[in-house]
Structure formats: structure tokens, C-alpha cells
């Protein structure tokens, strides 16, 4: 940030007390609101006067980011002069020093340069349902940053709903249920359909993969010569380790068979069986989840959702624990980016060691 960005002291006047070396009034620089129609969610800040350089800004604006996002679960920043995807880069690293590769991956992305990649490659038809980024593994991102290179030409808002609302929403019984028996992630990859356990672990070797395995508790078997099957057992909710809050943290809707459209989800019944789709969920002692019990989470998603069309250099920040996200169908071409950042281990109360023998 230049000197220039810096408050200057009234000439006229005789001070009272000795000005600070570069102090820095942030609030002079940029102002914050609310989107038109949304109850706080997210908080949107924008340049209070032209030419503010987001990165330099974010660098001495650490404790006030970390607060508002806290209490928001999400900040939007736009009408700020971001520019490219080396731009991105530079303001998430701004916040975040150091940026994480794409690990134990559920989604197609194309990697654009260190820590940065496309949101999602799947295709433009295709709604993506709430989640919250790698809620399956065993360590996942605090930090999640949105870029909008490009919005689309009609559609692909990047939705978000506040897990705390969204577990305020689900009823009572569906929330102890899933308290008392967790949830269970099945996947199988090498089918022809999804992401394949190459791409998934980012290896060719299956001794590499055997050993992430019994490295983060998943549960393996190779059921093929080329085929993959694991199991994992989750908590649906999780407390934030800086809140102290309980939050609606999970893929149990995203991944279970009746999330997906139905003519492809009766293609894929009809080819294989159950144990061999892409991916199911169950509740952790195996048992099927109710339809009613998805649907109301669903519900609760579709309550608390806020959604905004992107705007051309509009960059999203969310804090992953309190806030989920989702993708609208669209159409035209769509380019947004993504990056991750702060991985976070919970304490290891539930080893799922203790539930699969391996």
C-alpha cells in the first residue's frame, strides 16, 4: 500500500499526540454492506474510493477480515480492480501465505497455477448441490476463495447457505439421528463414471493410494483390476474450532444416488448395483437414509441459500466450516476460479480405525 493511501494530518491544526508511523485508517479505503434483499449474508466490501489495490488492502487488513468473516461466514469483494488469475492469486495469498494443492478429489478441476484451479469442469447443464469443500476427508480447507473471470451469459450464480441457519432448519429428529450414527461416504472409482482413483489421488501407484488410505482411516478394496471402492464414516455436525459453533458440515445429500438427475440416475441403476455406484451415502452403521430425511435437508439448503449473479472480478471469500456452495446450471461461457486455503484436523474422537477392520 502507498504512502499516498495513508491518512494525512490536519497541517492547521496543532496535533495532540504523535502520529503513528504509517497508520492506516482501513475504513477510509473501503466500505461494507449488504446485497439488496439479503439479511447480513455475505457482507460486501467495496472500494469507498478509486484505484484501492485489493491485495495490498487484505495484507494489513488480517484481523478485520478474520473477525467479519467469523461473524458473516462469507465476505464478497467487488468493484475492485482484481485482474486475471494472477491478480486472484495475489489477493488470496494476501490472506492466505500459503495455498493448497486439490487433494483426494471429488470433482473435476483443471489446475491453472499453483494453488489456483477451476471451480469445476463438470458440465455447464448440471446443477452442483450444497456441500462443503472436501466435508468427506479426513482434513479440509478453513478458507475458500471464488474469482469470477467471466459470468456466464444466463445462470451459474454460485449459491451459499450459513451451516448455522441450515442446522437450525432441519428438524430435531433428522439432526439427532445423524448425531447418533454419523454418516457413511461409499465411492468407487475406475466405473467409467465419475473421477477415476488416479485422478482422484493424484497417482498411478496403488501402493501411494493403500497407503493415503490407511494413512487418513478410509476404508479400501480394490474390486477390480482397476477398480476402487472405499468407505468412510463422518459427523454431519461439526463444532468451529474458532466459534465454538455447531454447523451443518457434510456431502450426505450431495452424494447419495437420489441427488442426481433422473434420467442419469436411472441409467446408472439400470448398469450397476448399488454397491457400485460412483457414490452413495448410508448412515454410518450401514443403514439406508430416509427420503424424507434428504429431503429435509434439502429443504433446509434451499431456506437458508442466498444466491447473487457473479459480477466480472467479483471475489468471494467463505469461511468452508460455516458456509457451503453450489452451482446453477448455465449457459455461455462461465470461468470462475478457486482456491483453498488453511487445512484444518479435527481432534481424532471417532476413529473410523475403530468401525472398519482394514
Given amino acids: 500500500m502507498s504512502d499516498k493511501e495513508y491518512a494525512e494530518p490536519n497541517r492547521n491544526k496543532m496535533p495532540v499526540f504523535r502520529r503513528k508511523e504509517r497508520e492506516v485508517s482501513l475504513s477510509s479505503l473501503v466500505k461494507s454492506g449488504y446485497l439488496p434483499e439479503t439479511d447480513n449474508f455475505p457482507l460486501v466490501v467495496e472500494p469507498a474510493t478509486p484505484g484501492v489495490n485489493l491485495a495490498q488492502w487484505a495484507t494489513g487488513a488480517g484481523e478485520y477480515l478474520e473477525r467479519e468473516l467469523l461473524r458473516h461466514g462469507a465476505i464478497l469483494f467487488r468493484g475492485f480492480g482484481v485482474e486475471k488469475a494472477e491478480g486472484f492469486e495475489s489477493v488470496a495469498r494476501a490472506i492466505s501465505p500459503q495455498l493448497l494443492d486439490y487433494r483426494e478429489r471429488s470433482s473435476p478441476r483443471s489446475e491453472i497455477s ?119 464414516i463422518f459427523r454431519n455436525v461439526e463444532v468451529h474450532p474458532k466459534t465454538g459453533e455447531e454447523t451443518w458440515f457434510e456431502h450426505a445429500a450431495f452424494f447419495h444416488v437420489s441427488s442426481l438427475e433422473p434420467l442419469i440416475r436411472a441409467a446408472l441403476l439400470a448398469e450397476f ?27 433446509a439448503y434451499r431456506r437458508a441459500s442466498v444466491a447473487f449473479p457473479w459480477q466480472q472480478r467479483d471475489l468471494l471469500l467463505i469461511d468452508n466450516m460455516l458456509v457451503s456452495h453450489s452451482r446453477e446450471p448455465y449457459r455461455g461461457a462461465r470461468k470462475v476460479l478457486v482456491a483453498m486455503a488453511e487445512l484444518y484436523s479435527p481432534p481424532a474422537t471417532d476413529p473410523v480405525s475403530d468401525t472398519f477392520n482394514q
Avoid at 129 to 145: C, T, V
Avoid at 208 to 217: H, I, L
Fill in 273 to 299: 448395483k448399488e454397491e457400485d455406484l460412483p457414490s452413495n451415502t448410508y448412515y454410518g452403521d450401514g443403514t439406508p437414509i430416509e427420503p424424507a430425511a434428504l429431503e429435509s435437508i434439502r429443504e
Fill in 114 to 232: 499453483n494453488g489456483i484451479y477451476t471451480s469445476t469442469d463438470h458440465p455447464a447443464s448440471q446443477y452442483i448441490h450444497f456441500h462443503n469443500e472436501q466435508s468427506y476427508a479426513r482434513r479440509w480447507p478453513m478458507k475458500l476463495y471464488f474469482f469470477c473471470l467471466q459470468p456466464a451469459e444466463q445462470g451459474g450464480a454460485t449459491p451459499i447457505a450459513d451451516g448455522r441457519r441450515v442446522l437450525s432448519l432441519i428438524p430435531s429428529d433428522v439432526k439427532e439421528k445423524f448425531k447418533q450414527k454419523k454418516v457413511l461416504y461409499l465411492r468407487n472409482y475406475g466405473s467409467g463414471f465419475g473421477l477415476s482413483w488416479q485422478t482422484a489421488f493424484q497417482t498411478t501407484q496403488k501402493s501411494e493410494v493403500e497407503s493415503y488410505c490407511r494413512q487418513s482411516a478410509i476404508d479400501f478394496e480394490w474390486t477390480g483390476e482397476d477398480k476402487l471402492r472405499t468407505r468412510q
